[in-house]
């Protein structure tokens, strides 16, 4: 009986054993497993983390500079080191105007026409072909500041618009700019032969400068227009591109800034606005 008895004992104590054994084993695997899915987890998350910031780093590189990318494919990477001025000289957003009318601070040899975009926030002032726009108000630009401004085209393709900008001796406007690279300070922004040129005829002989560009990268979107001006030397960025930095500026001379606008077969909208000039 006893043995009976220390028989079914020991068979207990086996069963208990070996239950316990197996249930330590099974949880060892268990962690491992869970530790594989954990890595497994991981690796996909760190690859849709990388696939991410590979795409951030390709849209911001598209923005700051980057060589090889964006509308300046052959143009060497610059740094993008531009500050606004401290003082705001002038600001005009045309939030205050009336849709439908010239901007109440603008002058042109024809019109203009403050209106709001479906697509784009705040108002804008539609510049027309054959037409140069100046600011009316007498704003003595200092001699060493910033100019900044959104440039809007809205068109099916990109054809012979050309826009021009720049600074003038002159505050008026009586006639449109047909030939502005003979003003003081211009550049040219021409849709039709994809490039950029400055010109500057301040400095004594004519200085001239011109960087290819791809311009359906502007059109129905918005061209940030960055300038900067400190004594003769002129840093200018187009989207965050530094397209110009050499001496291109007499400090002496006065300086009202003009944009004109030439687009015979140009089916397409001019637009302008947030423009900012700012001390330094």
Not at 28 to 45: M, N, P, S, T, Y
Not at 238 to 254: A, C, G, H, S, Y
């Amino acid at each position: 009986m006893k043995k009976l008895i220390l028989k079914g004992v020991w068979c207990a104590s086996f069963v208990f054993f070996f239950n316990a054994a197996d249930a330590q084993i099974l949880k060892r695997v268990g962690k491992q497993l869970e530790k594989k899915a954990e890595k497994a987890i991981d690796k996909v998350l760190d690859g849709k983390q990388e696939e991410t910031d590979g795409k951030k780093a390709e849209n911001d590189s598209a923005h700051s500079g980057a060589a090889g990318t964006g509308p300046f494919k052959d143009l060497p990477a610059g740094t993008y080191d531009f500050a606004s001025g401290k003082d705001t000289v002038f600001f005009d957003g045309f939030n205050q105007e009336t849709e439908g009318k010239m901007a109440s601070r603008w002058t042109s040899n024809g019109r203009g026409t403050t209106r709001t975009l479906s697509a784009f926030e705040g108002n804008w002032l539609q510049l027309y072909n054959e037409n140069t726009y100046k600011i009316k108000d007498l704003v003595r630009i200092p001699e060493n500041f910033t100019l900044e401004f959104d440039l809007l085209v809205l068109a099916d393709d990109q054809d012979d618009l050309e826009i021009n900008f720049g600074f003038d001796h002159q505050k008026g406007i009586s006639n449109h700019y047909y030939l502005a690279e003979r003003n003081p300070i211009n550049i040219e922004a021409s849709y039709r032969f994809n490039r950029f040129s400055f010109t500057s005829n301040e400095l004594g002989s004519r200085k001239s400068s011109d960087v290819d560009a791809r311009m359906s990268y502007f059109v129905n979107d918005v061209m940030k227009v960055q300038i900067q001006i400190v004594g003769d030397h002129m840093t200018a960025y187009i989207n965050k591109f530094k397209v110009l930095d050499t001496e291109m500026v007499d400090p002496q001379t006065k300086k009202y800034f003009y944009i004109a606008v030439d687009s015979d077969k140009n089916k397409g909208e001019v637009f302008i606005d947030n423009v900012h000039i700012s001390a330094l």
